[in-house]
Nanobody, 115 residues
């Protein structure tokens, strides 16, 4: 099964920053959108941010103004810059790509915000 490759998670203090990266293999073509979901313990997975090939973006209201998604189309790579992190941002973050009516996922990377 084709899987995206994530990196950049870790432990950070409240108010700090982290940058997540996610690369899709070249075998995935015609990507329409890439983005991130997250899942905190005991909670449902939620959409964090999406970036479409045409540059349009969507953000969850809880991260607007703090998180920025960007994408390198030539490298099939998407980034999530997370600033002003809060303890409630603690979760496993999953990268995804949507291509040819299929979703592809990363393995997940842990982000922990704690003092």
């Amino acid at each position: 099964q084709v899987q995206l490759v994530e990196s950049g998670g870790g432990l950070v203090q409240p108010g700090g920053s982290l940058r997540l990266s996610c690369a899709a293999p070249g075998s995935i073509s015609s990507i329409n959108a890439m983005g991130w979901h997250r899942q905190a313990p005991g909670k449902q997975r939620e959409l964090v941010a999406t970036m479409f090939t045409d540059g349009r973006t969507n953000y969850a209201s809880s991260v607007k103004g703090r998180f920025t998604i960007s994408r390198d189309n030539a490298k099939n790579t998407v980034y999530l810059q997370m600033n002003s992190l809060k303890p409630e941002d603690t979760a496993v973050y999953y990268c995804y790509a949507y291509a040819d009516t299929q979703f592809y996922w990363g393995q997940g990377t842990q982000v922990t915000v704690s003092s």
